[in-house]
């Protein structure tokens, strides 16, 4: 096909096309036709205002607002740390101080579970379930040492974990669903139990309260690191709902969900085992789903996204820092406020935050839409021409004038 008069000569009531979108539709490039134009336009088309430019999401992200929010949960820990230091100077003293460490290195465990389960794009919901069921086995086996009575809730959690990684890999069904599910089974196991079960060891965990609080933290920092990392980043968020969700994940992103839920269900199971272990007294029944709502709420109180893949460096050790340290200045002042209605604030402030994170996470456009079309005309296309969309190159050889210029121009 080649250009002729006939064809491209805009007729005095020939209407102006005012949707680029609309426009793009129906205009087809071919490279290899020199230029041609799709068969079906039969009259040159004129664009109206700009053609907005999509960011795809690509993988990259703006670390600057996470940073920017960390430094404000670092004031806050700071201010509710002095609001417990002001009511009882001994709550940051040794022997208190111990207890509080080891809370938070528990409440700690359960945000990194969650924080990678979401990073991986398949949040672990059972996680909260999953504590409360180490708590049991920890209570009732506590007696026998302390390897045989932790070693079995560290295993079962470990093949739950994988169970549930390969149902969700084999039916690509979303995590949370899965998670969810199995959460539920996890609670029939704890509902076995209709009294409280006191602990019947005596390992103290509050001996090594330093040591466990630092291993929290470190593995905090670490995740954080390595999560600022592009290539890592992009590789443990590759189960990210992007696009079509019926398409399933590459082998990569696959080996992340497997691992993000096996690592969040051993880091619960251990979770809950602090928790019995330093708990005053014994294990109450219940259905630990408000466990999960602080491990969730947390982690994207430090700015891990709902989403997936997107999070902070420091966000959660600030994070459960600040949250260890308000139980405790919450239990010390009496304020009898429900687990269940921290969780639910907590939870509903991080979702605020994954507003944030996803709003201005993302990498900026390159530019404007007028800078786009000025890019993109290179001189020889603009808004304001008869619209051919033809490159440089693509004249035909005969003629020396360009195209806007000819005896087809619509100005003519």
Same mark, same amino acid.
């Given at each position: 096909?080649?250009?002729?008069?006939?064809?491209?000569?805009?007729?005095?009531?020939?209407? *102006?096309?005012?949707?680029?979108?609309?426009?793009?539709?129906?205009?087809?490039?071919?490279?290899?036709?020199?230029?041609?134009?799709?068969?079906?336009?039969?009259?040159?088309?004129?664009? *109206?205002?700009?053609?907005?430019? /999509?960011?795809?999401?690509?993988?990259?992200?703006?670390?600057?607002?996470?940073?920017?929010?960390?430094?404000?949960?670092?004031?806050?820990?700071?201010?509710?740390?002095?609001?417990?230091?002001? &009511?009882?100077?001994?709550?940051?003293?040794?022997?208190?101080?111990?207890?509080?460490?080891?809370?938070?290195?528990?409440?700690?465990?359960?945000?990194?579970?969650?924080?990678?389960?979401?990073?991986?794009?398949?949040?672990?919901?059972?996680?909260?379930? /999953?504590?409360?069921?180490?708590?049991?086995?920890? +209570?009732?086996?506590?007696?026998?040492?302390?390897?045989?009575?932790?070693?079995?809730?560290?295993?079962?959690?470990?093949?739950?974990?994988?169970?549930?990684?390969?149902?969700?890999?084999?039916?690509?069904?979303?995590?949370?669903?899965?998670?969810?599910?199995?959460?539920?089974?996890?609670?029939?196991?704890?509902?076995?139990?209709?009294?409280?079960?006191?602990?019947?060891?005596?390992?103290?965990?509050?001996?090594?309260?330093?040591?466990?609080?630092?291993?929290?933290?470190?593995?905090?920092?670490?995740?954080?690191?390595?999560?600022?990392?592009?290539?890592?980043?992009?590789?443990?968020?590759?189960?990210?709902?992007?696009?079509?969700?019926?398409?399933?994940?590459?082998?990569?992103?696959?080996?992340?969900?497997?691992?993000?839920?096996?690592?969040?269900? /051993?880091?619960?199971?251990?979770?809950?085992?602090?928790?019995?272990?330093?708990?005053?007294?014994?294990?109450?029944?219940?259905?630990?789903?408000?466990?999960?709502?602080?491990?969730?709420?947390?982690?994207?109180?430090?700015?891990?996204?709902?989403?997936?893949?997107?999070?902070?460096?420091?966000?959660?050790?600030?994070? /459960? *820092?600040?949250?260890?340290? &308000?139980?405790?200045?919450?239990?010390?002042?009496?304020?009898?406020? +429900?687990? &269940?209605?921290?969780?639910?604030?907590? &939870?509903?402030?991080?979702?605020?935050?994954?507003?944030?994170?996803?709003?201005?996470?993302?990498?900026?456009?390159?530019?404007?839409?007028?800078?786009?079309?000025?890019?993109?005309?290179?001189? *020889?296309?603009?808004?304001?021409?008869?619209?051919?969309?033809?490159?440089?190159?693509?004249?035909?050889?005969?003629?020396?004038?360009?195209?806007?210029?000819?005896?087809?121009?619509?100005?003519?």
């Amino acid at each position: 096909m080649s250009y002729d008069e006939a064809t491209f000569r805009r007729k005095p009531d020939q209407p *102006t096309e005012t949707d680029p979108a609309a426009y793009r539709r129906r205009v087809q490039y071919d490279d290899t036709a020199a230029g041609t134009l799709d068969q079906s336009l039969r009259a040159p088309v004129h664009t *109206t205002g700009s053609i907005p430019v /999509v960011v795809e999401d690509d993988g990259r992200d703006r670390l600057g607002v996470h940073l920017g929010w960390e430094v404000l949960l670092l004031l806050a820990a700071g201010a509710i740390g002095f609001l417990l230091f002001s &009511f009882d100077a001994d709550a940051l003293r040794r022997p208190d101080l111990d207890a509080l460490l080891v809370s938070g290195a528990a409440i700690g465990l359960l945000t990194l579970g969650a924080g990678l389960s979401l990073r991986a794009g398949v949040p672990n919901l059972a996680i909260g379930p /999953v504590a409360l069921a180490a708590a049991f086995q920890y +209570a009732e086996n506590s007696d026998r040492g302390l390897i045989p009575a932790i070693a079995p809730a560290l295993v079962i959690a470990a093949a739950g974990g994988l169970l549930v990684a390969i149902f969700v890999l084999a039916l690509h069904v979303p995590g949370w669903a899965t998670t969810l599910a199995a959460g539920l089974g996890v609670i029939v196991y704890s509902q076995l139990r209709v009294a409280p079960v006191a602990v019947q060891g005596d390992w103290a965990p509050t001996d090594q309260a330093f040591l466990l609080f630092g291993g929290f933290a470190l593995l905090a920092l670490l995740g954080g690191g390595l999560g600022a990392i592009g290539p890592v980043r992009r590789w443990v968020g590759g189960f990210r709902p992007a696009g079509d969700p019926s398409r399933r994940p590459g082998p990569a992103a696959a080996v992340a969900v497997v691992l993000a839920l096996v690592l969040s269900s /051993v880091f619960a199971a251990g979770a809950g085992i602090l928790l019995a272990a330093n708990a005053s007294g014994p294990v109450q029944p219940g259905t630990g789903l408000e466990w999960t709502g602080i491990g969730i709420g947390l982690a994207l109180l430090g700015g891990t996204s709902a989403y997936g893949r997107r999070g902070g460096i420091f966000g959660t050790l600030f994070a /459960v *820092t600040a949250m260890a340290l &308000f139980l405790d200045y919450e239990n010390r002042r009496e304020l009898d406020i +429900a687990i &269940f209605a921290v969780a639910a604030s907590v &939870f509903a402030a991080g979702l605020i935050v994954t507003r944030l994170v996803e709003t201005y996470g993302r990498p900026l456009p390159a530019g404007t839409g007028e800078e786009w079309n000025a890019a993109a005309s290179n001189g *020889t296309w603009s808004p304001a021409m008869p619209e051919t969309w033809n490159s440089p190159g693509a004249a035909p050889a005969a003629r020396g004038e360009r195209w806007d210029e000819g005896p087809w121009s619509a100005n003519r």
